[in-house]
């Protein structure tokens, strides 16, 4: 059973912070790593994909990979109200140049919240 | 571009009745999915397609599900006879780089 695991929260941070968002997984053949936002009610939002070893930037947010220890974190700079939501880690071992299972495990998420 | 569609977004049934749950894919996109999400078990794969065939059906829960493509365009999710289990978010999601999917708005079944 290939699980991922994040912890449910809720992650509370004060404006301006640093959110820390963490993730581990248990297939060690897995090689593509995606981190979705969803707010309540509404439906997943990819916002970050990553498939190396090492961290990957985009704008407020980073995204960090160890395969070694298989974990992969996102972390939120400068963090606003406006990122109060569920973040759900979501990965797959078919790699991203082939391969023949295109399945992505989801965790559960974690509820971030961000305060005023 | 117009994003997944879905409809309808919210649907309340009896025990027994069939639903049927629709799916617009993006223009392009050959890789369709269908999730379920629930408090308990999160999200969870049901079925995906690929160029309109199914792939890989494994996370459908029982034989009252079935899903049909028939075109690249469209999509179908049907149970039948529904069961108060299957109260969920059912979400509808498509790809064109394999791994990188889009999600559609969901639709949220009531079974009573």
């Known amino acids: 059973q290939k699980e991922v695991e994040q912890n449910s929260g809720p992650l509370s941070v004060p404006e301006g912070a640093i959110a820390s968002l963490n993730c581990t997984y248990s297939d060690r053949g897995s090689q593509s790593f995606f981190w979705y936002r969803q707010y309540s009610g509404k439906s997943p939002e990819l916002i970050m994909f990553i498939y190396s070893n090492g961290d990957k930037e985009d704008g407020r947010f980073t995204a960090q990979l160890n395969k070694a220890s298989q974990y992969v974190s996102l972390l939120i700079r400068d963090s606003q109200p406006s990122d109060s939501a569920t973040y759900l880690c979501?990965?797959?071992?078919?790699?991203?140049?082939?391969?023949?299972?295109?399945?992505?495990?989801f965790g559960k998420g974690t509820l971030l919240t961000v305060n005023p | 571009d117009a994003g997944v569609i879905q409809s309808p977004r919210h649907e309340v049934t009896e025990m027994g009745q069939e639903v049927t749950l629709r799916c617009k894919p993006i223009s392009g996109h050959d890789y369709l999915f269908w999730y379920r999400q629930t408090m308990m078990r999160g999200l969870e794969l049901l079925i995906y397609f690929n160029n309109n065939v199914p792939i890989d059906d494994s996370g459908m829960p029982e034989d009252r599900f079935s899903a049909k493509m028939p075109n690249a365009s469209f999509s179908t999710l049907k149970i039948q006879p529904s069961e108060p289990r299957d109260s969920a978010v059912y979400f509808c999601?498509?790809?064109?780089?394999?791994?990188?999917?889009?999600f559609g708005p969901g639709t949220r079944l009531t079974v009573t």
């Open positions: 979501a990965v797959n071992n078919a790699g991203n140049s082939g391969g023949s299972n295109y399945k992505l495990t």
């Open positions: 999601a498509s790809s064109r780089y394999k791994l990188e999917q889009y």
